[in-house]
């Protein structure tokens, strides 16, 4: 059973979180979602954590599943919205975990919440837009990214044009979503359903700066990539791994960008051994 609540900040905007009230005997992780996403937890999430005697939170990032949008936040911004949503539910000390459009987010936490992240994972992660590398190289569809570089009227604009191209996703990755991450896939249609205000806000957020510094991160770091990524490529888990201090880096040479997470288990292992 989940149990979700509307989380009022000072600003007077909403946030909509998510407990799936496990007994906590083992520790307490919060989960970033997706682009996009709903916010709610998806099944294989709940079995792999109530199999670990872990809590789950979640939550939907602004603009998105009954959230209020906010024009203009940056990645950094996700760390106050999180610090609200563990208040509430009573919680000091946390792992956080992100999966894609999630990582980024997760990374804020951790930069922004030093005494109260215990741990941080990221499974097929962007990193922020630089000109270190090349940002777009190996991405199958980088046409709602490089809108966003010009803004969100922009990227509004490219959402309303814009549809799926399945060569984003590999043999793999299509297996996931028509088995266990079956709920990925109907989840991520239910918030495109609601509207693109959150997935616009997600990639103008990720091309802009993040207002977060990496290097001064001192919780451990999990970096989890798949070889074969598509969405996401391994260019930026490489990136990100030699600019965050304590950072591990799982690269897995068959995945894609969703069958990646088969590996959230095993992560959750990796941060109970903190």
Partial sequence: MVASRDVRLPDGRVIRAYDSEFDDRTGVLLWHHGSPQTG???????????????????????????????????VGAAADDVAHVADAFGIDRFAVMGASGGGPHALACAAALPDRITGAVCLASIAPYTEEFDWFAGMVS????????????????????????????????????????????????????????????????????????LTAITAPVL??????????????????????????????????????????GPAMDWLLQL
């Fill in 223 to 264: 970096l989890v990539q798949g070889q074969q990524d598509r969405v996401v490529p391994p260019s930026h888990a490489d990136w990100l791994h030699t600019r965050i201090p304590k950072a591990q880096l799982w690269s897995r040479p068959e995945d894609g960008h969703v069958s990646i997470l088969r590996e959230c």
């Fill in 142 to 213: 980088p046409g709602g990214l490089q809108a966003a570089l010009q803004g969100t009227a922009a990227r509004q604009h490219f959402a309303s044009i814009d549809e799926f191209d399945p060569a984003s996703f590999t043999s793999a990755d299509m297996d996931a979503l028509a088995g266990p991450w079956a709920s990925l896939g109907a989840d991520a249609q239910r918030a495109g359903e609601a509207g693109t205000d959150g997935l616009v806000d997600d990639d103008v957020a990720f091309t802009m700066p993040w207002h977060i510094d």
């Fill in 40 to 74: 709610l937890p998806l099944d294989p999430l709940l079995v792999a954590a109530a199999e670990r005697g872990i809590r789950l939170l979640s939550y939907a990032r602004p603009g998105y599943g009954g959230s209020t949008r906010l024009d203009g936040r940056t």
